[in-house]
């Protein structure tokens, strides 16, 4: 079993900065994939970012060049550094591990964290 713990939400200003942490325990193997999602009030939950065993990263399309995801195998961690944060940001951000099937932003994920919340204000 996998336990993921995220750390470092917040409540920020537009414009703003946060970074999020999440820390793999367990039976996690660092060859793991592991991403980033997040679900808004009334929304469904969405991929934000994934980052691969080699530390390749990708990103939905509404972050990309403002956040960035990377991973410390050693430390079993994973973060979010979040730059230039808007409203439409806010929400509960899931760290998630272990890609079981299908693309990282739709596919079935086998551990969750149990989320950290981001709210942006303008």
């Known amino acids: 079993q996998v336990e993921l713990v995220e750390s470092g939400g917040g409540s920020v200003q537009a414009g703003g900065s946060l970074r999020l942490t999440c820390v793999a325990s367990?039976?996690?193997?660092?060859?793991?994939?592991m991403s980033w999602f997040r679900q808004a009030p009334g929304e469904d939950r969405e991929g934000v970012a994934v980052?691969?065993?080699?530390?390749?990263?990708r990103y939905a399309d509404s972050v990309k060049g403002r956040f960035t995801a990377s991973r410390d195998n050693a430390k079993k961690t994973m973060y979010l550094q979040m730059n230039s944060l808007k409203p439409e940001d806010t929400g509960v951000y899931y760290c998630?591990?272990?890609?079981?099937?299908?693309?990282?932003?739709?596919?079935?994920?086998?551990?969750w964290g149990q989320g950290t919340r981001v709210t942006v204000s303008s």
């Open positions: 367990g039976r996690f193997g660092v060859n793991e994939y």
């Open positions: 998630a591990a272990e890609l079981t099937s299908g693309h990282w932003y739709s596919g079935r994920w086998r551990s």
């Open positions: 980052v691969y065993t080699d530390g390749t990263t």
